[in-house]
């Protein structure tokens, strides 16, 4: 059964950077998605960022675009998404997920497609 388990959260002061980690074990494909999303307190759960199987296809949300990469070393390496430039709005539970795809560079962009969640991180961004 495939776990995912995220870290690297915390308190961190406008304009200073984080990075999170998410490790997974247990695939049973070499196609596959990674993605980051997080949900703020009273706020819908939001995409942030995704990686595909081969590196090759990433996707960034615009609230986060030119602040964080998303990244990883290797196949079913740790997968990281390096967030600088934080800011207030930032803060939130971030969540990494998996799921098949049929193409080394998909990368999936919505919650409803990827069946298999971490338990999630807290990021506070606060003065």
């Known amino acids: 059964q495939l776990q995912l388990v995220e870290s690297g959260g915390g308190l961190v002061q406008p304009g200073g950077s984080l990075r999170l980690s998410c490790a997974a074990s247990?695939?049973?494909?070499?196609?596959?998605?990674i993605g980051w999303f997080r949900q703020a307190p009273g706020k819908e759960r939001e995409w942030v960022s995704c990686?595909?199987?081969?590196?090759?296809?990433?996707n960034y949300a615009d609230s986060v675009k030119g602040r964080f990469t998303i990244s990883r070393d290797g196949a079913r390496s740790p997968v990281y998404l390096q967030m600088n430039s934080l800011k207030p709005e930032d803060t939130a539970i971030y969540y990494c997920?998996?799921?098949?795809?049929?193409?080394?560079?998909?990368?999936?962009?919505?919650?409803?497609?990827?069946?298999?969640w971490g338990q999630g991180t807290q990021v506070t961004v606060s003065s």
């Open positions: 990686i595909s199987s081969n590196s090759a296809g990433t």
């Open positions: 997920a998996h799921s098949i795809t049929y193409h080394p560079r998909m990368c999936l962009m919505r919650g409803y497609e990827y069946p298999d």
């Open positions: 247990g695939f049973t494909s070499d196609l596959y998605s």
